[in-house]
């Protein structure tokens, strides 16, 4: 396979990128390396994935925006990608609120082009993220792929809710395959610095109060890397069965209280946080709850990494990488 990655340098692109190359397989990576969050985090990243390459797979790095679309004309014109995993995207529930236009950019007009490329380019299989924000104010737990999601509470899932259909349409008219994955909350080592576990663990070392919004009465779906990782590797390779167009979940099927979250941070950390209870966030949901069995009959694997052994797998890291 050679394999186009885009949001290379983030979070999941990363890992998925190590996964792939430590497999021997050929990696395109993109990513426009904005600074949404600390920049030197997604060029250590990058720097890392090319140290690989010797020993590995082949690893190749290009600064690109998904935007730009003569950009990846080019590209992949001179690459000719087999498969094509769509990581690329403005995150975060929160920044939608103030920054829109982010969100309509990257993850409409962005994924737009993606799905052209992928077209033109005849890849065999697009994989691309979604969310499980799509299910929006749905109560019905837990949540399955058949279940509403015609009621996004904030811009970014309405843009990951648009990708899904947009993705549909192209599978339609155009024979191509693809599989979006609706992911539920990630977590893990070389995190993303304004996701909640990263906060909580910065705030406890440094003696700082976490923010726990709606007084830390949520349920989510905490959903490990590694198991994210084996998830998207079966599912690319997997031969096609059935229709061309699939949504999966990809969760962890056992929902936490915020607080015994934050409490298994403590145990790890061995230090007892500080807390100020916030209202609910315009845009948050309440609770999350994966239903992972049309995952599992797919490729026989659902994710079940204990909150226990994940978080201790980020302080290790978050320890070893900031030096504290």
């Known amino acids: 396979m050679k394999i ?66 003569g950009m990846l004309e080019d590209l992949c014109s001179r690459a000719a990608p087999t498969h094509i995993i769509n990581l690329a995207a403005q995150a975060g529930v929160r920044y939608s609120l103030t920054n829109p236009s982010a969100y309509i950019e990257s993850n409409l007009v962005g994924f737009a082009n993606i799905l052209e490329i992928a077209r033109k380019f005849q890849v065999q299989k697009l994989v691309y993220a979604s969310s499980s924000s799509v299910y929006g104010s749905n109560e019905s737990m837990p949540l399955s792929e058949s279940d509403r999601t015609d009621c996004p509470l904030s811009l970014y899932a309405a843009t990951k809710k648009s990708n899904e259909l947009m993705a549909h349409s192209y599978s339609e008219l155009y024979g191509l395959e693809t599989v979006g994955l609706r992911f539920f909350t990630v977590y893990g080592p070389w995190g993303r610095p304004d996701m909640a576990l990263f906060l909580f663990t910065e705030a406890m070392i440094n003696g700082k109060k976490l923010k726990l919004f709606n007084g830390g009465n949520m349920l989510r779906d905490f959903t490990y890397i590694d198991d994210i990782i084996i998830a998207i590797d079966r599912l690319v390779r997997k031969e096609n069965t059935g229709e061309k167009s699939k949504i999966f979940n990809v969760g962890n099927g056992s929902p936490v209280q915020l607080m015994e979250y934050v409490h298994a941070i403590e145990r790890a950390l061995g230090l007892k946080g500080k807390y100020e209870m916030l209202e609910m966030q315009p845009g948050d949901v309440r609770n999350t709850h994966c239903d992972s069995q049309k995952l599992w009959e797919y490729i026989g694997f659902k994710p079940s990494t204990t909150i226990e052994r994940g978080i201790i797998g980020f302080v290790e890291w978050y320890r070893e990488y900031y030096g504290n």
């Not at 430590?22 to 030197?40: A, H, L």
């Open 4 to 69: 186009l990655i885009t949001g290379v340098a983030g979070f999941i692109g990363f890992h998925v990128a190590k996964k792939f190359v430590e497999d021997g397989e050929e990696v395109i990576g993109i990513d426009n390396m904005n600074n949404y969050y600390d920049v030197r985090l997604k060029a250590k990243r990058v720097k890392i994935l090319e140290d690989m390459t010797e020993a590995s797979g082949s690893f190749t790095f290009m600064r690109l925006d998904i935007t730009n679309m």
